[in-house]
């Protein structure tokens, strides 16, 4: 490595260091990009108030949602047929 090399990366390190710092710790970039939990819902989730804010539902629990959907569905279905056939 040359010694340009080593002062260029010296002059730059603490610079992207601190702009890493910011974006990772900001709101805009959760305004910008919609990704992840904000700084404050992470200190929530730190202390315990959101439990799990940050993780997906498991395969299990979306075939439970799914289940309950279709259920409610066949259901409304069933009463708007009843409806039709008796001339509502």
Known sequence: MS???RRVR???NPLSTTAT???CH???RHRLTGYGPTAA???LIRHGVIR???RAPSAGQMRSRGAAIDVLLSEDDRESGEVNRNGS
């Open 52 to 54: 799990g804010g940050d």
């Open 21 to 23: 710092r910011w974006w």
């Open 3 to 5: 010694r340009i090399g």
């Open 41 to 43: 819902q992470r200190r």
């Open 10 to 12: 010296a002059a730059v």
């Open 26 to 28: 900001s709101a805009m």
